[in-house]
Nanobody, 123 residues
Framework: HVQLVESGGGSVQAGGSLRLSCEAS????????MGWFRQDPGKEREPVAT????????WYADSVRGRFIVSRDNSKTRLDLQMNNLNPEDTAMYYC?????????????????WGQGTQVTVS
């Protein structure tokens, strides 16, 4: 079982930056992918970025590529998302996810464990 706790959300003006963090506890040794997803009320959960836990590969949604950077520590217990040049369309609840199997698919259906989310508001 894996528990995920996100932090770092908040309110920021357009053009600003935020850094989200996700602390994982439990057995992450067998996990292949971790990722960030986001969701607005009334909309489907959409991908933001995913990362392969056994190598340097990352994947990004087109809407954030070039502005966001996903990273992890070597112990696979912490996942970060550096968000730059934020715009109002980035406003959403951001969720950390773990135990994904195919990182490149950027599909929330691949992920078994989810955090409670952290709100990001850009005005």
């Amino acid at each position: 079982h894996v528990q995920l706790v996100e932090s770092g959300g908040g309110s920021v003006q357009a053009g600003g930056s935020l850094r989200l963090s996700c602390e994982a506890s439990g057995n992450t040794d067998d996990a292949t992918c971790m990722g960030w997803f986001r969701q607005d009320p009334g909309k489907e959960r959409e991908p933001v970025a995913t990362i392969y836990l056994h190598g340097p590969m990352t994947w990004y949604a087109d809407s954030v590529r070039g502005r966001f950077i996903v990273s992890r520590d070597n112990s696979k217990t912490r996942l970060d998302l550096q968000m730059n040049n934020l715009n109002p369309e980035d406003t959403a609840m951001y969720y950390c996810a773990a135990d994904g199997r195919v990182c490149s698919r950027l599909d929330p259906e691949d992920y078994y464990y989810w955090g409670q989310g952290t709100q990001v508001t850009v005005s």
